[in-house]
């Protein structure tokens, strides 16, 4: 599976983006799709993720009410909008996606594709 991220930008606080993430290769079994981001010096982090039976959605509680991911299962894209930002919102995005299964599909070992991360910075 190549995962192939895109939407990434300058804004300023208050601002909105959307970022975009197309799955291609082998993805008929991938049950979820998810984004992470990583804040410089710090660890990679659970943002939000959206199981691929349309079923579950799940977000950090840092970003429930300003971002809402979802899915376009046509194009094998997940997409994550993001508003109202913040200056700590700025960080490299990453989406992955897994085969396996799991409650909230939040734990970042259980990813095995990744896509080429996209920047994301918040001027205050």
């Known amino acids: 599976v190549q995962l192939q991220a895109s939407g990434g930008g300058l804004v300023q606080a208050g601002g909105s983006l959307t970022l975009s993430c197309a799955a291609s290769?082998?993805?008929?079994?991938?049950?979820?799709m998810a984004w992470f981001r990583q804040a410089p010096g710090k660890e990679r982090q659970f943002v939000a993720s959206?199981?691929?039976?349309?079923?579950?959605?799940y977000y950090t509680n840092s970003v429930k009410g300003r971002f809402t991911i979802s899915t376009d299962n046509a194009k094998n894209t997940v997409y994550l909008q993001m508003n109202t930002l913040k200056p700590e919102d700025t960080a490299v995005y990453y989406c992955?996606?897994?085969?396996?299964?799991?409650?909230?599909?939040?734990?970042?070992?259980?990813?095995?594709?990744w896509g080429q991360g996209t920047l994301v910075t918040v001027s205050s």
């Open positions: 290769g082998r993805t008929f079994d991938i049950r979820a």
């Open positions: 992955g996606a897994t085969r396996y299964r799991s409650p909230t599909f939040s734990s970042l070992v259980m990813y095995e594709y």
């Open positions: 959206h199981s691929w039976d349309n079923i579950n959605t």
